[in-house]
């Protein structure tokens, strides 16, 4: 499938390409372009082009054109959903919740892109300014670029893409490597609903190829990245060099503390939930279970016998809980985490075996809390790691021992003491009996530490994709 730049289906300058597979079947299903940095580069002209004209069309048209392509998404809704879901591993009803999730964040944030007010700074707060009044207005960064992981594609693209162009900006899409087909298509969609070209282009191609040089590009203002923190920072570096504005969704191993007095049931559901979801791969997932020694025993059987219940295999049936990882390498990568875990000390008590890229949903106890899994290794696979506890203090210390700070979760009934918690976790997001992979899409989300910079959602978003102009009208009350 070609890229779109400036309304045009195009291929690679150099014509290479880069195929994309299945990670059930292990089988080809496309190929895309791996773009170059000169197509980088005709890609920012157009966008810068484009940007000059959209920046003013009114909101009330922008909306207009996305009603139409919401209407496009709803009536090819199967086939993006079975796209995503084969090139993904995503089970299939995952893959239709993720679709369906298009509408709810376009419509949010367009909704709140028509309440974009500026401020009225009143006269004479100051001496000398008595007659002097100032407000302020909102105004595009201009080019911008999304660089979007493979886990969630579509509702990273809609985090990113539906404020960054209500706002006036135009943007470059780089879709993750292992996964780009469907924001190809939705891409397509847009253009197909009206959107005037050049305002959303889509470049696929690896890493370093494509994504550095969007990065690096001097006529880029704002760059919005999900992904690693590793890729995060190199990110950043690059932006530095011509101070393009940085908003970054990182990487997270959160905390899942379950007190003694903690309704087991439940956090067991919310287990299942947080961890097991899109087979395991999720940034927000609880990762590192802290458990009460006193609670531990009963903990580890009834989350064996839960996960026994769920049904593991082929992504496209509809009754599959859990899929494939996103390709046969992040399921190796998770076996060999896995291994570190057990030379550490941790002990599997359920799991741990693997066919092609599908591993099966793993539980590993007694984990010390000086191992990798215990502090920064986030393992993105439906892995249960359980790190044991004898006293609260001694929990909260194990969960704010890691780098990440994305989110993390407390059970218990005591609601005095589940706040208190929550007000010590370092980290962006706090959940109360629930797991920590909690994300609306008003809510701004976002991770301390290493796990990022900013906010994303609809709250916060046209903060980061705006810039706002003081004007003065000096003397006008005289
Ligand atoms: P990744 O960092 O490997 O890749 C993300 C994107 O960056 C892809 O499009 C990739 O092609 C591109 N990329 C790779 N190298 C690059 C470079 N040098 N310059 C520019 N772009 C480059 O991440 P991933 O494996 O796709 O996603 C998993 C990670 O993302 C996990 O750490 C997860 O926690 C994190 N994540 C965070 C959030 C959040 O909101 N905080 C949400 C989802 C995923």
Not at 319 to 343: F, H, M, P, R
Request: proline fraction near 5%; aromatic fraction near 6%; charged fraction near 20%.
């Amino acid at each position: 499938m070609q890229n779109i730049i400036n309304g045009k289906w195009v291929d690679a300058s150099d014509k290479s390409t880069m195929d994309i597979i299945n990670p059930y079947t292990g089988k080809k299903i496309d190929s895309v372009p791996n773009m170059t940095p000169k197509d980088v580069s005709r890609a920012v002209e157009y966008a810068k082009k484009a940007q000059k004209t959209w920046k003013d069309v009114p909101v009330h048209k922008k909306v207009k054109i996305l009603q139409e392509f919401l209407n496009l998404v709803d009536a090819h809704k199967d086939e993006l959903a079975k796209t995503l879901s084969q090139e993904t591993g995503k089970p299939i009803t995952q893959a239709y919740a993720e679709i369906g999730n298009i509408r709810i964040a376009f419509e949010a944030f367009m909704e709140m892109s028509k309440h974009l007010y500026g401020n009225t700074i009143p006269a004479g707060t100051e001496a000398g300014q008595e007659y002097t009044l100032q407000f302020t207005v909102r105004e595009p960064l201009g080019v911008m670029v999304a660089i979007i992981p493979f886990n969630f594609p579509c509702d990273l693209f809609d985090q990113k893409v539906a404020p960054a162009i209500l706002a006036g900006n135009t943007i470059i899409v780089k879709p993750p490597h292992q996964n780009p087909l469907t924001l190809i298509k939705l891409t397509a969609l847009l253009h197909e609903a009206g959107l005037p070209k050049g305002v959303v282009q889509v470049l696929t191609g690896d890493g370093n190829k494509t994504g550095a040089p969007l990065s690096q590009h001097p006529d880029v203002h704002g760059i919005t990245f999900t992904g690693s923190t590793a890729v995060g920072r190199s990110i950043y570096s690059n932006a530095a060099s011509h101070l393009a504005h940085v908003a970054l969704e990182l990487g997270g191993n959160d905390a899942f503390i379950v007190l003694k007095d903690a309704d087991i049931d439940l956090a067991i559901e919310e287990m299942i939930s947080g961890r097991m979801y899109n087979t395991g791969q999720v940034c927000c997932a609880s990762k590192r279970f802290i458990v009460d020694k006193s609670v531990l025993n009963e903990f580890e059987t009834k989350a064996i016998e839960r996960i026994k219940k769920l049904v593991i295999g082929n992504p496209a049936d509809k009754k599959t809980d859990i899929g494939t990882l996103v390709t046969l390498s992040a399921c190796e990568k998770a076996q060999k985490q896995i291994q570190n875990v057990v030379n550490q000390g941790g002990r599997i008590i359920y799991g741990g075996n693997a066919k092609g890229a599908v591993l099966e949903p793993t539980i590993i106890t007694d984990i010390p809390r000086t191992a990798d899994v215990a502090k920064d290794d986030e393992i993105f696979a439906p892995v249960v790691s359980i790190i044991p506890f004898d006293t609260e203090e001694e929990a909260i210390d194990i969960a704010n021992q890691s780098n990440y700070g994305l989110s993390g979760c407390v059970f218990t009934k005591n609601m005095n003491k589940a706040f208190k918690i929550c007000a010590q976790l370092e980290c962006g997001g706090t959940v109360i009996n629930g797991s920590s992979f909690h994300r609306s899409f008003e809510m701004p989300f976002g991770g301390y530490k290493y796990s990022g910079l900013g906010t994303e959602g609809v709250m916060s978003t046209f903060d980061a994709v705006t810039r706002t102009k003081t004007v003065t009208l000096k003397n006008v009350l005289k």
